[in-house]
């Protein structure tokens, strides 16, 4: 094979042509890359919400210097899935129970003889990929004008799969974007703000141990302790003061020791006063 000269006053035209169409491959194929990376960044976050941003930038930093291959594997693992793939992103038993903890994903799911050849296709990109970098020159003698014909109808071919590969890519990103506003406006929403900090679902339901009151209720138990019991009336003035929204109507109850009976989180006990009135002593249950 003819040697390819390298200096620039001894290049042909086509060998220019050739160098001008692999760095157009070679920048398409980075522009594929840093969006996989993006995606893969973004498509899925778990944990205490206050924790989100922090996880997001670790992601971006762990993809940072991943390779093409890398990213390939892990974007077939939680991304692009089977069809009924299920991912648990809050293990029960690992998540505090003491903070307001969100999962959000977003995945694209096909059948599986569609998975598989969406796969080999990308996975051949990869390889071509390669080849590009390592071995054009071993490939074809671009010493030759035949050898740079040769070169510049594969590489012709080799853009046009990288551009439908990096359009497949942007689609996928573009949906992802749209269920992202899609939930932001959501986020905006009363019944956002209900199901994240009170635990009630958009069709009124709820579970006590997860529910906005039975949290501020632990809390004032907490504030107010006198030997292990606080005094609900004036946990319930601790409350109005601090999470006013916070009130037995809003989870079906129409008084504050009815949601300690039926949240069954908390004991009830009833004292007699200095002024012979009985009063409403509580605590959290051992246990919970």
Known sequence: MTQYAMSDD????????????????????????CLMKALLANHELAGPARTIETQLATRVEKLADKTLGTLVKSLFET?????????????????????????????????PQRLARTR???????????????????KFDLGSDA???AALEHLEHCYERIELHHCE???????????RAMM??????????DMVVNGIAPDGSFRWPFSGIVSVLRQAA????????????RAQAWIEAYHSEQTPAKYGCRT??????????FDLEYRVGDDGRKVAWFRLRSGM
């Open 120 to 138: 080999a296709a990308i996975e051949e990109l990869v390889v071509m990929r390669n080849q590009l970098v390592h071995h054009l020159i071993e």
């Open 256 to 265: 504050w020791p009815q949601v300690l009976s039926e949240s069954r989180m």
């Open 147 to 149: 050898g740079c014909t």
């Open 222 to 233: 907490t504030e107010l302790s006198e030997d292990g019991w606080a005094r609900l009336e």
């Open 10 to 33: 001894r290049r042909t035209e086509p060998q220019v042509e050739v160098e001008r169409l692999l760095g157009r491959c070679m920048l398409r194929l980075q522009q594929y890359e």
């Open 169 to 179: 890519l942007l689609a996928w990103a573009q949906g992802m974007e749209k269920a």
């Open 79 to 111: 991304y692009a899935v089977p069809d009924g793939h299920e991912r648990e992103l809050l293990p029960v038993g690992e998540v505090p129970t003491d903070l307001t903890s969100l999962a959000v994903s977003h995945r694209i799911t096909m059948e």
């Open 184 to 193: 932001a406006a959501f986020a905006a929403t009363e019944a956002f703000h």
